[in-house]
T-cell receptor
Framework: NAGVTQTPKFRVLKTGQSMTLLCAQDMNHEYMYWYRQDPGMGLRLIHYSVGEGTTAKGEVPDGYNVSRLKKQNFLLGLESAAPSQTSVYFC?????????FGQGTRLTVV | DQQVKQNSPSLSVQEGRISILNCDYTNSMFDYFLWYKKYPAEGPTFLISISSIKDKNEDGRFTVFLNKSAKHLSLHIVPSQPGDSAVYFCAASIQGAQKLVFGQGTRLTINP
């Protein structure tokens, strides 16, 4: 049972480049989330999904887009990366009273 | 506006003693609170939670206390062990573990 898996684990982008982060969960959870973690800021919610085909904005959505075409996958896209998007990104899924997190993606935008 | 605050960025405790991590929140609609533990280069892992209908929840060495009138919760670890050294995040939500709002985290170091 893999839980929540994020791909890739590390990435360096140049300003203006685009990329997609993939999150996959095998627990059949309805809810999925993308957070970013920055020093002194905790984890902040970017976007979330309450089920297949649905997405909604979180606390810091600007500069990101998401898609949930399949229940088990939640994609986070950066269309034109900026240095301010340098961060560690965590995907999570929940069902009920516990959230399960992936191992994180460390993204550096230069 | 930070709805969940952990005002101590770091805490150092001797092995075997009690570790107390604190968390304050401002949104009175929060009714579910969780603590997560995070090691470097790993994702947060669930530690313990408490519903607003309770004021205490215990799981082995870990106990979470909730004071709704003060909008404050704390995590007690007794006795503290070297493997407890990690960053601890407090999180809050409305209804279960959905759309968690996290504090800034507290780095706990257990000294031998």
């Amino acid at each position: 049972n893999a839980g929540v898996t994020q791909t890739p684990k590390f990435r360096v982008l140049k300003t203006g480049q685009s990329m997609t982060l993939l999150c996959a969960q095998d627990m059949n959870h309805e809810y999925m989330y993308w957070y970013r973690q920055d020093p002194g800021m905790g984890l902040r919610l970017i976007h979330y999904s309450v089920g297949e085909g649905t997405t909604a904005k979180g606390e810091v959505p600007d500069g990101y887009n998401v898609s949930r075409l399949k229940k088990q996958n939640f994609l986070l896209g950066l269309e034109s990366a900026a240095p301010s998007q340098t961060s560690v990104y965590f995907c999570a899924s929940t069902q009920g009273t516990e959230a399960f997190f992936g191992q994180g993606t460390r993204l550096t935008v230069v | 506006d930070q709805q969940v605050k952990q005002n101590s960025p770091s805490l150092s405790v001797q092995e075997g003693r009690i570790s107390i991590l604190n968390c304050d929140y401002t949104n009175s609609m929060f009714d579910y609170f969780l603590w997560y533990k995070k090691y470097p280069a790993e994702g947060p892992t669930f530690l313990i939670s408490i519903s607003s209908i309770k004021d205490k929840n215990e799981d082995g060495r870990f106990t979470v206390f909730l004071n709704k009138s003060a909008k404050h919760l704390s995590l007690h670890i007794v006795p503290s062990q070297p493997g407890d050294s990690a960053v601890y995040f407090c999180a809050a939500s409305i209804q279960g573990a959905q759309k968690l709002v996290f504090g800034q985290g507290t780095r706990l170091t257990i000294n031998p």
